[in-house]
């Protein structure tokens, strides 16, 4: 048993006789004990898409998986191919499997790759990753607006909020459960 609150974008839950991907985990935090998270999940023998909502003490039946480290190598279309580092074999994940985990791996990355009877069904991300800022507005002298964050452009495509110090070309550190800016890669 997993507690809800521990479950993040391409982990594998069991309902009833099913498994379900997590697609999307939205965190929703009103105060401690009435949290929620809202999931978008993904029938792994139907391919079918639900949604639902849990309080973080709620329990789901997590699925063992076998974990295997592999590279990313290339993205193509709706597929992303990875590479076994001891036998070379090649699998490829469809991005609907990845879910958000799309925004948090870079090319050549070794990551751990899950599987379920042989299939190759998601990636396991570490709790957080560290991304260069490509794209964010420059803040202009004397902004009184109050503002003390600004949206900004990771190299992987995810758009999060930064404070208003940060330049591209910058590394940010941000978790990959809330996709949030959790801080600044030290140099």
């Known amino acids: ?28 935090r009103a105060a401690r004990q009435n949290a929620i998270i809202k999931m ?3 029938n792994m023998t139907t391919n079918a898409l639900s949604e639902t909502s849990y309080t973080i003490t709620d329990k789901l039946d997590d699925v063992r998986l076998d974990v295997k480290k592999m590279q990313y190598l290339y993205a193509t279309n709706d597929s992303y191919s990875f590479m076994d580092q001891e036998t070379f074999d090649q699998v ?38 560290n991304l260069k800022i490509t794209y964010t507005e420059e803040v202009t002298r004397g902004d009184s607006s109050g503002k003390v964050t600004k949206p900004a452009t990771v190299e992987t495509g995810l758009e999060v909020q930064v404070p208003y110090f940060l330049k ?7 978790d990959t459960t809330t996709k949030e800016y959790v801080g600044r890669e030290q140099k």
């Open 92 to 129: 490829e994940i469809t991005k609907d499997d990845l879910g958000d985990a799309i925004y948090f791996i870079l090319e050549e990355q070794v990551v751990d790759i899950l599987f379920y009877e042989g299939k190759a069904v998601s990636i396991d991300l570490p709790k957080s990753a």
């Open 1 to 28: 048993m997993k507690l809800a609150g521990d479950v993040r974008s391409g982990n594998i839950i069991k309902r009833g006789n099913d498994l379900f991907l997590i697609v999307k985990c939205e965190y929703y």
């Open 168 to 174: 591209e070309g910058e590394i940010i550190i941000i």
């Open 40 to 42: 978008k999940l993904k």
